[in-house]
C-alpha cells in the first residue's frame, strides 16, 4: 500500500505543475491598454511633403527623447492613412508631459531637430494635436 501511495504521490507531483501552468500561453493573446487611467495621450498630426523623410526624422527625434529627457514618456511614430506623419505619445500624467513639452522647448537639440522636420514637412502651423485624459 506505501508502495501505491508512493508512485501516486509521485505522479501528482511531476502532473501538476503542468496543469498549473496549462494555458499561460494565452496571456499573450490579450492586448494591454494604451494608456491606463490618469496618463495623458496625445496625437500629434503634421501632413508632411516628404512623409517617409518626415517618419525617418521623427523617429530619430523619439529617439533622441528617449536617451536625453529627463522626464520619461513612450511615444510611437506612425502614418496617418492621409500621408500624414503622426506621433502617439503617452506621459504618465498631465504634470508630466508639461514638463516634458518644457524640456522640449528650452532643449537646443531637440529644436534643432524638430526645425529639420518643419523644412521637411512644412510649416509647424499645420501640426494639429489632440490631448486625451484616460480614464
Known sequence: MTLIKTATLLIAALLIPGFASAGHHEKGNHMMLAAQP???MVVYHWPCA?????LALLKALIAYERDASPYPYSAAPALHE???VVSV???GSAESMNNALAWQ???TEWQAQFAV???????ADDLSSHVLTMQ
Open 89 to 91: 505619445d503617452v506621459h
Open 117 to 123: 522636420m518643419e523644412a521637411t514637412c512644412g510649416s
Open 82 to 84: 492621409d500621408g500624414a
Open 105 to 107: 522647448a528650452a532643449d
Open 50 to 54: 516628404d512623409a517617409d523623410a518626415g
Open 38 to 40: 490618469g496618463q495623458v
